[in-house]
């Protein structure tokens, strides 16, 4: 008995310093519970290069397709606190994951060899028995290379404050990755890790998948974005949550000017009201959302027709996800998606559709319906918009082309010319080859049959400007020659002053000769 409380008191009194004294001269065998595990700390000790992942569990989950996993199985003794100090010394350890531990001696003494690390790039724990997460403050403060941490088990509100403790005060800059998935987040606990995280404007990837957050957790996630400024999140996994339409436009709003490429909203209970405040968002230039995914969620001809208005001009989402079979979704909101794709009402129309998304519901797609897959085929292939153009519209309109007359024929014939030798390739059972020749002559056809009318008007348009200039022309000349009589009679005028006067006959054959007039008496 007394032996045994002897042990558990030398047992409570190491820290690093103890396993720092010892570490040259122990032998790793007698201090570990099983061989693999001696081995483990012989390649740590030895700053071995090769070992670069390690996951400590107390159950041996090996297995031939492990190799090079490095599985270290807590026993009997102090395997954690040796192993904690020798991961504290490691410089070439990158992946750590705590899958358990059940009651290993010296917990606290591990975490403490843990907040030495300062090669650990991913950091993954599957439970919270003995973790005291405030007690991580200096691993996440220290270690630089800190890309990645996965929590992975039930986390209470103590629990999450512990967590937002350590995020806070760490302040980690190089963290990128954070997951919290299965959590059983509560709202209140969600808002404090997400406080937290307000200092994190690096953030890549965000999973906060099957937890509690609702309102108040959307809430906190539009603060939090909005204090990030400009932020570098890319991933945002929000599935199997509690959210409503509320919810998601409170978190609209704080991804409206952010670099988001992938968000998850699977599984939640958002409806068609909740979908149009996507709408905003989705056609702000600053939109930068490619992958969209509502699996689980029952969207309806409502939840449809208002993607698809909210689409309307996209050019950044290229994929939304949902399970058509189980979207609710009838002819009606198919129509919608079609109308999406490929607006057939006018050449502009087809123009400005979408032709940047890829999918619609699944991967095979075979539950869509067949123009569905067809118009999203078109989007894979080189120039949709002339595909769809010339698919939808058999007979080109040409009439609208007619206010810049016949300046516009050649352009229009050489666009046909053009779609046909850069399309060969894809027309194929869209559009028939033989048939663009047919529409060359038929736009031919359109601008000749139109030109009487447009001839005529511009005869007499040229006769009206030419008999404009050419009156123009005769009032030039005549001002210029009453000018011209002006200036020779006041000529005229001065040179007879100079003579003397004009004769009184003025019908006299008077003679000027030399510089003196004569007279005849």
């Not at 290229?318 to 009838?330: E, V």
């Not at 516009?408 to 010319?417: A, D, E, F, G, R």
Request: a negative charge; hydrophobic letters at 40%; one cysteine or more.
């Amino acid at each position: 008995m007394g032996v045994a409380i002897d042990r558990q008191q030398e047992m409570e009194r190491r820290d690093f310093d103890y396993y720092e004294a010892r570490a040259r001269d122990v032998i790793l065998a007698d201090i570990t519970s099983n061989e693999d595990n001696a081995e483990i700390l012989q390649r740590l000790r030895r700053q071995d290069t090769s070992l670069k992942t390690l996951n400590i569990s107390e159950h041996n989950y090996y297995d031939d397709n492990d190799e090079g996993n490095n599985w270290f199985i807590v026993g009997e003794g102090d395997d954690l606190g040796w192993l904690g100090y020798f991961i504290g010394k490691s410089k070439y350890l990158k992946y750590l994951c705590i899958d358990s531990w059940g009651e290993g001696e010296n917990i606290e003494a591990f975490m403490e060899g843990i907040n030495r690390n300062q090669s650990i790039a991913s950091f993954e724990i599957f439970t919270d028995e003995g973790v005291s997460f405030r007690n991580l403050r200096p691993f996440f403060r220290n270690n630089n290379n800190l890309a990645r941490v996965e929590l992975n088990f039930e986390v209470g509100l103590e629990c999450a404050q512990s967590i937002a403790f350590a995020l806070g005060e760490g302040q980690c800059q190089s963290l990128t990755y954070l997951r919290l998935d299965d959590c059983n987040l509560c709202e209140e606990g969600f808002a404090e890790i997400a406080t937290a995280l307000r200092t994190y404007p690096q953030l890549e990837e965000l999973h906060l998948e099957r937890n509690n957050i609702g309102l108040m957790g959307c809430i906190a996630l539009r603060d939090m974005m909005r204090g990030w400024g400009a932020s570098n999140l890319k991933t945002l996994e929000l599935g199997g949550n509690v959210i409503g339409d509320q919810g998601l436009q409170e978190l609209v709003a704080g991804i409206a000017d952010s670099a988001l490429e992938e968000l998850c909203l699977s599984n939640t209970l958002i409806t068609a009201a909740g979908l149009r405040s996507l709408s905003t968002y989705f056609q702000s230039e600053s939109c930068c959302l490619k992958i969209l995914y509502l699996y689980g969620v029952n969207l309806g001809d409502e939840g449809a027709v208002a993607l698809a208005d909210a689409l309307m001009g996209n050019t950044s989402l290229t994929s939304l996800r949902f399970i058509p079979d189980d979207s609710g979704i009838t002819d009606v909101g198919w129509a919608a998606f079609s109308k999406l794709l490929c607006n057939p009402a006018s050449i502009e129309s087809t123009y400005h559709s979408n032709h940047k998304i890829k999918m619609i519901g699944e991967y095979e797609m075979l539950s869509a319906p067949l123009n569905i897959r067809q118009y999203l085929e078109l989007n894979e292939r080189p120039h949709p918009a002339i595909l769809k153009i010339l698919e939808s519209h058999p007979d080109l309109e040409m009439e609208p082309f007619f206010q810049w007359k016949l300046k516009l024929l050649p352009v229009v014939i050489n666009w046909l010319k053009s779609a046909r030798s850069r399309l060969e390739n894809y027309l194929g059972a869209y559009v028939q080859r033989q048939s663009l020749p047919s529409r060359e002559l038929s736009a031919l056809y359109k601008f000749v049959r139109g030109m009487p009318s447009l001839t005529v008007m511009s005869y007499w348009q040229q006769f009206v400007m030419n008999a404009q200039a050419k009156r123009l022309r005769i009032d030039d000349e005549f001002r210029r020659l009453e000018d011209e009589r002006r200036r020779l009679y006041y000529d005229e005028e001065a040179a007879w002053l100079r003579l003397g006067g004009r004769p009184r006959s003025v019908g006299s054959s008077t003679v000027v000769s030399g510089s003196k007039r004569r007279r005849h008496w």
